[in-house]
């Protein structure tokens, strides 16, 4: 039976905690696995409403290219504009939206082996990751560096990715490279490097197209040496309808590990609908949402 006493005590209790209480489920809230979208695969690359059109396909997040990059000495990113970036920053945080990288996407065209100006390149990424508090930043190798192909760029690739890791420590931030390699290779490649600020942005359809096993290349790399996912397949089918990838295989193996972040939806779009933007990103975000933060 309740005293009064009880009664009284608990009745402060509740007042002290209330405006606690959208902090405490909040917290509650917080996802082992968050599932985003990127800018440029939704048709927005570096524009404002991509944001909304993320909240709208039920995202949590958003991975912001940095322009395009050409001849350029550096990328055509609009979010090198102060005010540019305050008007994504206000946007995610009113439409509860995380920003969770920024991509270098210029280099699956250009050599990052062999272009020059490297420096400032990534310097200005990793300034904009600064400035907008963004942990990870992709980084391709592109057709131009790909190590299976091209064997022999390797030494100046190692080279360049020991010149861009300090930038990236004194930041605090992390480069994610895509490669073309194994996962047993690849964890070669970043004993080579030998910093904690280059890991690899793993993506589901590299050994898929090359017929390894996902889970298997994922245990080899570690949960220590991969900092973000790419989580789809090439186009074709949805990833629900998809029959080489066993989605709660993935799960298992990335609990097993202990690893969490973001999985990221770049392709996985219908044959048949291409352009079908919000049906497209919209079921495959159901689906990982189905298969990562409601199990």
């Not at 927005?44 to 990059?69: C, H, N």
Request: hydrophobic share 45%.
């Amino acid at each position: 039976m309740m005293t009064r006493r009880k009664f009284l005590t608990l009745a402060a209790l509740s007042g002290v905690l209330l405006p606690f209480a959208p902090m405490l489920l909040a917290r509650g809230q917080r996802q082992r696995y968050k599932i985003a979208v990127i800018d440029l695969m939704i048709l927005k690359r570096q524009k404002l409403s991509a944001l909304q059109l993320a909240k709208e396909i039920g995202a949590d997040g958003l991975e912001v290219d940095m322009g395009g990059l050409g001849n350029r000495p550096t990328f055509d990113n609009k979010l090198a504009d102060p005010e540019i970036r305050k008007q994504y920053l206000d946007k995610a945080r009113e439409l509860n939206l995380e920003i969770c990288s920024l991509a270098m996407t210029g280099f699956y065209a250009q050599s990052f082996a062999k272009r020059d100006g490297i420096e400032k390149t990534i310097g200005d990424c990793i300034e904009t990751m600064m400035q907008m508090n963004i942990k990870t930043a992709f980084l391709p190798m592109g057709v131009q560096g790909d190590l299976v192909k091209n064997p022999e760029l390797r030494p100046q690739i190692i080279e360049r990715l020991k010149l861009i890791a300090p930038m990236a420590e004194k930041a605090g931030v992390v480069i994610g490279i895509e490669t073309a390699l194994g996962a047993a290779e690849e964890v070669k490649l970043l004993n080579e490097v030998g910093s904690k600020a280059i890991q690899i942005y793993f993506n589901f359809s590299n050994p898929l197209e090359a017929g390894r096993d996902v889970s298997e290349e994922l245990m080899i790399l570690g949960k220590n040496r991969i900092c973000q996912i790419h989580c789809t397949d090439k186009d074709g089918v949805w990833l629900e309808n998809n029959t080489r990838i066993d989605m709660k295989k993935v799960k298992a193996t990335l609990d097993k590990m202990g690893w969490k972040g973001w999985l990221v939806i770049e392709r996985s779009r219908d044959a048949a609908k291409p352009q079908d933007v919000k049906g497209n990103f919209g079921a495959n975000t159901a689906f990982m949402k189905s298969i990562f933060q409601n199990a």
